[in-house]
């Protein structure tokens, strides 16, 4: 089974990515596809079936019969570590691949895919695999009756992943849902399928059962994501996207009660203090709103400094900014790529519209970028604004871009309050030398992960998901484990 993705060089063939469902490539039902583009330069770089409910139905019958009949949820802990650890392998061997096709697919840099996020893609699939195999049952002898907790797998998982880390974030889903026993239905985001298609060939030469991972290729709503979300012989549902799909996600799930955990968007604040050691603040928050062409969910998009060192952090800040390397991101001197479509790309810049509409002074960047081959991609600069304030829409919506609103505050209690006054809450950022301040920051602010003086770091035992719209529930560790089994008390009689 091959896509017909050559292994580095993408310019000889377009790979045509096929569903995956009971182990093998299939066409859509309706015989329909779409294209995949490269947003460097907007051609076309790969054909995609096109799923409609019927695939999505096809896909959870298979997920349903590998659970209810296959070998996958039979197995021991050990022996899906042990395949997990040879998907692991498989993705390590074709590193370079996968970073090549992630790239032209998303736009991301060769140098993040390649280093960054394919290891952490390896890396979700070891950790899981040990973590599960790791895991303890507690037993609790009281008197005459022993009572002890089983961790079952719960079922069939859907997993739904955006564009933005395609590879990564979907195996943050599917690693721990396979490693706990579960059968998979996943359905990558339409702008970027092709990483998730040659995982699915990589994992069945790996040695995973047939049924266990399905993958199905298309668009949300009714096509082929429909069931995926409404089908009642789906038992968790776990989806990273926007906070407005989220929210139709759950509706459509809370029919049949479904369990879903939801991972959405943010508009978090990074906050600089004027005690804060500028030589880590200032880079440290050029990575935290510019990296991923601000096209990452916890991304410093409202940047509050405190008053008095605002013209030297902002002088710095906006150099760096302009320091970063906009261009093809398979270009190794290249720092910030394109981003993802022409429709994504009008909605970034239509916020800067709206900020200038606001009263915002755009210091830096504000326009498409349209120098040389640029002209034909989906390129934007690093765009840093003054002169917002936090009620403005600029800074109260997700942008989803290298778009910063830098604002200025006076005392601890107002950043407080400022970081806290927006309806998302994933993540929060802090530049501070004060020990006691930093502790209490972290402890009042509304927000599924607080960064000290340092962005982006993870520990994947840790709980990761976000307050407010940013989310519902929390994946990592036992917080995965807790999602996706269904955790059972045993009592017996001993005596
Ligand atoms: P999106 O919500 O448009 O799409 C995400 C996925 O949901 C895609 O696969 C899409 O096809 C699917 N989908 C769309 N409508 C659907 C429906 N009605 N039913 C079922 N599936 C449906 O999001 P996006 O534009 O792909 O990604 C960007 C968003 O994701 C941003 O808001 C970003 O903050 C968020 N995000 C959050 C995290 C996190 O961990 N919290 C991580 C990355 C991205």
Redesign the pocket.
């Known amino acids: 089974m091959t896509l017909g993705i050559p292994t580095t060089d993408m310019s000889h063939a377009l790979p045509c990515a096929r569903h995956l469902i009971d182990g093998r490539a299939v066409e859509s039902a309706n015989g329909e596809t779409f294209e995949t583009r490269d947003p460097h330069d907007n051609s076309v770089i790969g054909t995609v079936v096109r799923g409609s409910a019927a695939d999505g139905e096809r896909a959870i019958k298979s997920a349903r019969r590998a659970f209810d009949e296959g070998p996958w949820p039979r197995m021991t802990p050990r022996e899906r570590r042990k395949i997990l650890h040879d998907i692991a392998d498989a993705v390590d061997a074709h590193r370079d691949e996968l970073a090549m096709l992630e790239t032209v697919d998303s736009g991301k840099i060769t140098r993040q895919a390649l280093h960054g996020e394919m290891p952490r893609v390896a890396q979700n699939l070891r950790f899981f695999a040990d973590y599960a195999a790791m895991t303890p049952s507690e037993a609790y002898p009281d008197g005459a009756v022993l009572g002890y907790t089983l961790y079952p797998p719960a079922g069939v998982v859907t997993a739904?992943?955006?564009?933005?880390?395609p590879l990564m974030?979907a195996t943050w889903k599917v690693a721990p849902a396979l490693a706990f026993g579960n059968t998979v239905v996943l359905?990558?985001?339409?702008q970027t399928p092709l990483t998730a298609a040659r995982f699915g060939e990589l994992a069945l030469a790996a040695g995973l059962p047939e049924g266990v991972l399905n993958i199905v290729h298309g668009?949300?709503?009714d096509e082929v994501?429909g069931p995926?979300?409404s089908d009642p012989r789906v038992d968790r549902i776990t989806?990273?996207?926007?906070?407005a799909?989220g929210a139709?996600?759950m509706a459509a799930a809370a029919e049949q009660l479904t369990p879903v955990s939801a991972?959405?968007?943010?508009k978090s604040a990074n906050v600089v203090f004027d005690d804060a050691d500028l030589d880590i603040a200032v880079p440290e928050s050029v990575k935290a709103i510019f990296a991923g062409s601000g096209q990452v969910?916890f991304a410093g998009s409202r940047l509050f400094v405190q008053r008095g060192i605002l013209p030297e952090f902002l002088a710095r800040f906006t150099a760096q900014a302009e320091d970063i390397v906009v261009g093809d991101p398979k270009n190794p001197s290249t720092s910030m790529g394109p981003l993802i479509e022409q429709r994504h790309l009008d909605k970034v810049h239509g916020y800067v519209e709206l900020a200038r509409r606001e009263g915002g002074t755009v210091v830096t960047g504000g326009s498409r970028v349209t120098t040389g081959e640029m002209a034909r991609g989906f390129y934007y600069p690093p765009t840093v604004i003054t002169g917002l304030t936090n009620e403005s829409r600029t800074a109260q919506e997700?942008i989803?871009g290298p778009v910063v609103a830098v604002i200025p505050f006076d005392t601890e209690q107002e950043a407080l309050r400022l970081a806290n006054s927006s309806p998302y809450g994933?993540a929060g950022i802090l530049f501070t030398t004060h020990l006691d301040r930093a502790h209490r920051m972290a402890a009042a602010w509304q927000a599924g992960t607080v960064w000290v003086n340092c962005f982006f770091e993870r520990d994947l035992r840790m709980p990761f998901g976000?307050q407010g719209i940013?989310?519902v529930g929390r994946e990592g560790g036992q917080y995965s484990r807790d999602f996706f089994t269904e955790p059972r008390a045993v009592m017996v009689r001993t005596h």
């Open positions: 739904i992943s955006p564009w933005n880390a974030l359905k990558p985001a339409p668009f949300g709503g994501a995926l979300v989806f990273t996207g926007s906070s799909t139709r996600i991972e959405l968007g943010g969910c997700e989803f994933l976000g940013s989310g």
